[in-house]
């Protein structure tokens, strides 16, 4: 499975970010507001204002309402801290938070001018760990969840940032404060219509062991019917598991850009290089492009695209398969939306006249985001159609995935991957077969961890499990691979 955590630009745009000074924020009292600063945008970010767009003024409230945990041994940093974020030095601040985080993390001044300094420098993805924290343990103080929700808003979590802003609208804030969330609440119904020009990147490197690189089964012998007799035949080595180490390469570019206001052009492409320690019989390459029009009608995205793949095992071409699909992503409420596609794939198999076929799949997926967890469960229907091929097969299919966002920098997934395979045709020629018509359920669970090290590059670590039952015992196997490796992102 290709691992690839999600990339971003390297171009900074220029923002209209929001100062707040730290006055109290009382029932009574309206807040004084500083105008909005420019900072640099995040990498990131769906929507950048221009230096000329309008200023968005946020209500200021004191992060003492929260008793301070540190000690008079760290009065002094949180004094430093907090001078800086006045005198807008939001990467002096941003550098003394980062230092200090092992000693200071947890204490509620301290966060905040940590989450602010790294919101302000374009580090909205650290930011958000701070304020979903901080939000998450004094559910009272609205301006941890303006914070909040401006970050949700130039990550592009675009619902998730509607939700925190209505929340506070809802407790009737003053006026300058009902003023900002309106600003934000109107450029969040733009650009759900609008498509925006942007651009990823992302390369991996990795290096594990598979304990079955040829998906093949474990036992030496098979017990046949031969000429109405029993009869026994032994597998040669090429017929059973082999287990190697191994290194993977991984790349991924994608480019949008927008034809119009609610329409635009996708494009993806892509390859992977997997090279096997012990033998390079089963070493596999890809590479893909898959390309998309795209238009937007309120809350739904259609989508029509067509794409080519190319595999080889070995160095010898393997498979070619040309596509074309059709999608509809539709947003049932705030943290939930439906995406259903329909694919066409012609697949030609240079080695295997018999799995050559035209295949048609249907499949739909629910997607659920809330703060720090998503998760994603889906089911897929594919025929084949290559006429009594004896490798032609229907397949029915369930996906479950989740990722869970531990801190800043840390991020556990996980996915369920199980596979109904059923063969059209019985096999005469084989012998192994029995006269069975063949019958597959493929079972596969990956669980991974990734951990942000630097700026655009993480290492994460993975283990993938495949249990393959078969009514045939030759088809039957498992298979587990460990892999671990750094991922650099754009």
């Given at each position: 499975m290709l691992h690839g955590p999600r990339c971003h630009p390297t171009f900074w745009l220029l923002?209209?970010?929001l100062l707040t000074s730290l006055t109290a924020y009382a029932e009574d009292e309206v807040a004084s507001a500083d105008t909005a600063q420019p900072a640099l945008n995040s990498p990131d970010s769906p929507d950048s204002p221009s230096a000329d767009s309008p200023?968005?003024?946020?209500p200021a409230i004191r992060p003492?309402?929260?008793?301070?945990?540190?000690?008079?041994?760290?009065?002094?940093?949180?004094?430093?801290?907090?001078q800086y974020i006045n005198q807008q030095q939001y990467d002096l601040a941003y550098q003394l938070s980062s230092d200090q985080l092992a000693q200071l993390e947890g204490d509620p001044t301290f966060d905040f001018n940590y989450g602010f300094s790294a919101a302000q420098t374009g580090?909205?993805?650290?930011?958000?760990?701070?304020?979903?924290?901080?939000t998450s343990e004094y559910p009272g103080v609205p301006r941890y969840r303006l914070e909040l929700a401006r970050c949700y808003y130039y990550l592009g979590q675009l619902d998730n940032a509607d939700t925190e802003f209505r929340r506070v609208q809802a407790i009737n804030p003053p006026a300058q404060v009902q003023q900002t969330i309106s600003l934000f609440l109107d450029r969040i119904a733009e650009q759900r219509q609008r498509f925006h020009s942007n651009w990823a990147a992302a390369v991996s490197y990795s290096a594990g062991y598979d304990s079955n690189i040829n998906s093949a089964t474990d036992i030496d012998q098979i017990d046949?019917?031969?000429?109405?007799?029993?009869a026994t035949v032994v597998l040669n080595e090429e017929q059973t598991e082999t287990s190697s180490g191994f290194y993977k390469l991984n790349g991924n570019v994608s480019y949008r850009t927008p034809l119009t206001k609610r329409s635009g052009l996708a494009l993806r492409l892509g390859g992977q290089r997997k090279a096997n320690a012990s033998s390079n019989d089963y070493d596999l390459n890809a590479t893909f492009i898959d390309g998309d029009f795209q238009l937007l009608r309120g809350v739904h995205r259609f989508n029509i695209g067509a794409g080519y793949r190319h595999y080889w095992l070995a160095e010898e071409s393997l498979v070619t398969t040309p596509s074309a699909h059709l999608g509809w992503h539709y947003q049932l409420t705030n943290p939930l939306q439906l995406k259903s596609r329909v694919e066409l794939r012609e697949n030609d198999n240079k080695l295997n006249n018999d799995l050559d076929a035209t295949q048609l799949e249907l499949s739909s997926m629910l997607e659920f985001g809330r703060e720090q967890f998503n998760a994603q469960a889906g089911i897929m229907f594919s025929t084949e159609f290559a006429g009594d091929s004896p490798l032609a097969k229907d397949t029915l299919g369930l996906n479950l995935s989740g990722q869970y966002l531990l801190n800043t920098r840390s991020t556990l997934y996980a996915l369920l991957y199980w596979r109904q395979n059923d063969y059209q045709n019985n096999d005469d020629e084989n012998l192994l077969s029995n006269g069975n018509s063949r019958s597959e359920s493929l079972l596969q669970t990956i669980i991974g961890f990734n951990r942000s090290l630097i700026s655009n590059v993480s290492a994460f670590a993975?283990?993938?499990?495949?249990?393959?039952?078969s009514n045939i015992d030759i088809y039957q196997y498992d298979r587990y691979l460990i892999e671990g490796g750094l991922t650099l992102s754009f």
């Amino acid at each position: 499975m290709l691992h690839g955590p999600r990339c971003h630009p390297t171009f900074w745009l220029l923002i209209t970010a929001l100062l707040t000074s730290l006055t109290a924020y009382a029932e009574d009292e309206v807040a004084s507001a500083d105008t909005a600063q420019p900072a640099l945008n995040s990498p990131d970010s769906p929507d950048s204002p221009s230096a000329d767009s309008p200023r968005l003024p946020i209500p200021a409230i004191r992060p003492t309402l929260v008793e301070s945990t540190t000690t008079n041994t760290s009065e002094a940093l949180l004094q430093r801290l907090t001078q800086y974020i006045n005198q807008q030095q939001y990467d002096l601040a941003y550098q003394l938070s980062s230092d200090q985080l092992a000693q200071l993390e947890g204490d509620p001044t301290f966060d905040f001018n940590y989450g602010f300094s790294a919101a302000q420098t374009g580090r909205y993805n650290e930011a958000l760990f701070v304020f979903e924290r901080l939000t998450s343990e004094y559910p009272g103080v609205p301006r941890y969840r303006l914070e909040l929700a401006r970050c949700y808003y130039y990550l592009g979590q675009l619902d998730n940032a509607d939700t925190e802003f209505r929340r506070v609208q809802a407790i009737n804030p003053p006026a300058q404060v009902q003023q900002t969330i309106s600003l934000f609440l109107d450029r969040i119904a733009e650009q759900r219509q609008r498509f925006h020009s942007n651009w990823a990147a992302a390369v991996s490197y990795s290096a594990g062991y598979d304990s079955n690189i040829n998906s093949a089964t474990d036992i030496d012998q098979i017990d046949i019917i031969l000429n109405n007799q029993p009869a026994t035949v032994v597998l040669n080595e090429e017929q059973t598991e082999t287990s190697s180490g191994f290194y993977k390469l991984n790349g991924n570019v994608s480019y949008r850009t927008p034809l119009t206001k609610r329409s635009g052009l996708a494009l993806r492409l892509g390859g992977q290089r997997k090279a096997n320690a012990s033998s390079n019989d089963y070493d596999l390459n890809a590479t893909f492009i898959d390309g998309d029009f795209q238009l937007l009608r309120g809350v739904h995205r259609f989508n029509i695209g067509a794409g080519y793949r190319h595999y080889w095992l070995a160095e010898e071409s393997l498979v070619t398969t040309p596509s074309a699909h059709l999608g509809w992503h539709y947003q049932l409420t705030n943290p939930l939306q439906l995406k259903s596609r329909v694919e066409l794939r012609e697949n030609d198999n240079k080695l295997n006249n018999d799995l050559d076929a035209t295949q048609l799949e249907l499949s739909s997926m629910l997607e659920f985001g809330r703060e720090q967890f998503n998760a994603q469960a889906g089911i897929m229907f594919s025929t084949e159609f290559a006429g009594d091929s004896p490798l032609a097969k229907d397949t029915l299919g369930l996906n479950l995935s989740g990722q869970y966002l531990l801190n800043t920098r840390s991020t556990l997934y996980a996915l369920l991957y199980w596979r109904q395979n059923d063969y059209q045709n019985n096999d005469d020629e084989n012998l192994l077969s029995n006269g069975n018509s063949r019958s597959e359920s493929l079972l596969q669970t990956i669980i991974g961890f990734n951990r942000s090290l630097i700026s655009n590059v993480s290492a994460f670590a993975q283990f993938t499990y495949m249990d393959n039952q078969s009514n045939i015992d030759i088809y039957q196997y498992d298979r587990y691979l460990i892999e671990g490796g750094l991922t650099l992102s754009f």
